[in-house]
């Protein structure tokens, strides 16, 4: 082989080196760029959440906020709603002895107040019934119609109804239009409560229907 031959053939091969080494620097060096790139981003993202996360904690405290205001918004507006309701009741309640009926309810009331003494007392001949002095006839007619003769006083002051006693008044029942209402009032506000929650027609509990209790 000629000199030249020879020179020619160290030449290419040194370009071969060359070009290898230049190939896996540009490899490399394109590896690195690329993890480079993959930690920026990483960072960033890590710099995003950082810089957001309170955001989104301050939006969440914004929207509890907001629900309990709305919570308490509505239930004190069931609460105005409740009140003015049993606020009509107690009207109605008080001038319940104009109506045409008040004589059939007071002589229930009276059934009733009587049947309670019934129940502790063998007979109640001998009780006594104490009503508004505007109901002293009224329950004298009742009385003479239930085939009793009870003495009546006229000491109460009452939207209506009636106390009665046994002889030595040990016993007593209390069957006034307030005392019911004050009985029924628990029942009364919850069926109400549930009636504005649920607006599906729930009968709130009437005051007639709870029953008068001895004391």
Do not use: F
């Given at each position: ?6 020179l020619a ?9 060359v070009?290898e080494i230049?190939r896996?620097?540009a490899?490399e ?8 790139r ?7 993202q890590?710099a995003?959440?950082?810089a ?15 629900r309990?205001?709305?919570l308490r918004?509505?239930?004190a ?5 409740i009140?003015t309701?049993?606020?009509h009741?107690?009207r109605c309640?008080a001038?319940?002895?104009s109506e ?7 002589r229930r009331?009276t ?8 129940g502790?007392?063998?007979d ?17 007619g009742?009385l003479?119609d239930?085939?009793l003769?009870?003495?009546v006083?006229g000491?109460?002051?009452c939207?209506g109804?009636?106390v ?7 016993i007593?029942?209390i069957n006034t239009?307030e005392?019911r209402l ?5 029942f009364?506000?919850?069926d109400l409560?549930?009636?504005f929650e649920?607006g599906d027609?729930?009968r709130p509990a009437?005051i ?6 001895a004391r």
């Open positions: 082989m000629s000199l030249e031959a020879i053939a160290i030449h290419a091969a040194g370009e071969r080196q070009e230049e896996r620097a490899e060096a394109e590896a690195i760029l690329a993890a480079a993959k930690e920026a981003e990483a960072v960033r890590d995003c959440a950082r957001v996360a309170p955001a989104y904690r301050e939006h969440a405290r914004i929207i509890h906020r907001a309990l205001l709305n918004t509505v239930g507006a069931s609460e105005v709603a009140d309701a049993l606020e009741v107690q309640l001038a319940l002895r045409g009926d008040y004589a059939a309810i007071l009331l059934e009733e107040a009587l049947d309670g003494l019934r502790s007392l063998e109640v001949s001998r009780a006594q019934i104490e009503v508004d002095a505007r109901d002293v006839e009224l329950m004298a009742i003479s239930l085939g003769d009870l003495e006083r000491g109460l002051r939207w109804g009636l009665a006693y046994s002889e030595d008044a040990c007593v029942v239009l005392s004050e009985r029924a009032m628990p009364l506000r919850r409560a549930a009636l649920k027609g729930v009437s007639m229907e709870t029953p008068a209790y």
